[in-house]
């Protein structure tokens, strides 16, 4: 069973995803994980039971921001530049299949991150204090 920001990474990929779908999407995959809360009314608020209690969680905004469309936007303007050296500053040296590619997902990203911490403080020897 995939974690939620697989889920939210498969979503958002497959096309511009509503709440509802998101939401629909969520209960049928989670329904019986012990640790997902169905919300009773039907809308985009759903809950996780962590260790330190339950968190309620809205969807509204979810796929947009997992969506990091800031850098390529910011790119795509930078590129327009009149000025030649900003422009150069910018070139992309990557091959076709490369520029297809989807940029990765702030979900993704955030995975990637947390699993680079992960591996870092395994290597760590741990100290305690008293």
Not at 23 to 31: I, L
Not at 114 to 125: F, G, I, P, S, T
């Amino acid at each position: 069973m995939p974690g939620i920001f697989p889920l939210l990474d498969e979503q958002c990929a497959i096309s511009q995803t509503s709440v509802d779908v998101l939401m629909h999407r969520f209960n049928e995959t989670y329904v019986k994980e012990p640790h997902f809360i169905k919300s009773r009314v039907k809308g985009s608020v759903f809950s996780v039971r962590h260790y330190a209690g339950v968190v309620e969680y809205d969807l509204s905004h979810f796929a947009e921001a997992n969506i990091d469309s800031f850098f390529t936007e910011l790119y795509t303007e930078l590129q327009k530049s009149s000025n030649a050296f900003v422009r150069n500053l910018l070139k992309d040296e990557r091959s076709n299949k490369e520029k297809l590619k989807r940029p990765p997902s702030t979900s993704f990203q955030f995975r990637a991150q947390v699993n680079a911490l992960v591996q870092d403080l395994n290597m760590c020897n741990p100290h305690y204090v008293r």
